[in-house]
């Protein structure tokens, strides 16, 4: 092997409940406009003939319970909760089934976003990585496999910013279920294990400030926090 004029940072693990062993974060897929209420407050429609998506760097990406200045070039920074699904096995062109089987494991997740800079650039119909791909603009929580937490149907998901609960909805009114979105998805793409999907947030996003802490549950699973800190 050629020698590399530098190195990478090592990936991202994430801790799985009761294993030992951790999950490394490969890619990080995001589903845009998932519940038909944020799209509204957002003054958007919902696309109801397909999910879309844009991604999110993994090196860019922290643990729960990091604490994170506020990042540079914004003044509208928001909080967005969301169910994270980690695939397991390859899969390609997945029907229903074999999408359901390459499920590792469910986790709590933050998609930080620069609201502001997104808005700005949706717009000027420009890409959003200034507003979506920020450096530890996303945050997981531990996973817990699948297999001991169930299917996803109507599990609580909420987000408390300094314990005032902000976000407050079901997994049941996502619009795309995670089956069909693997589905699509691996349409696209040959999916791995290391692969990170997260499949929208509810209603009720705003923003936080240096000194604010957001803590995000879905029932059954670890939750996630952040504390944001004066920029730097």
Known sequence: MSKTLFSLPEPLVIPVQGEEAGYPVGRIFCVGRNYAAHAAEMGVEVDRE??????????????????????????????????ALAIGSPVFRANPEEARAAIYGYGCALDMTRRDLQIRERKKQRPWDLGKDLEQGTVFAPLTKAADWGEVADQRIWLTLDDEIQQDATLAELIWSTEEIICHLSGYYHLRPGDLILTGTPAGVGPAVAGQKMTGTITG?????????AAE
């Not at 990042?71 to 909760?81: R, S």
């Not at 699973?221 to 800190?229: M, W």
């Open 50 to 83: 397909a999910p879309f998506y844009f991604t999110k760097s993994s090196v860019n990406a922290v643990l729960s319970g990091a604490s994170s200045p506020y990042p540079p070039g914004t003044e509208n920074f928001h909080y967005e909760m969301e169910l």
């Open 221 to 229: 699973l670890a939750p996630v926090s952040l504390s944001l800190t």
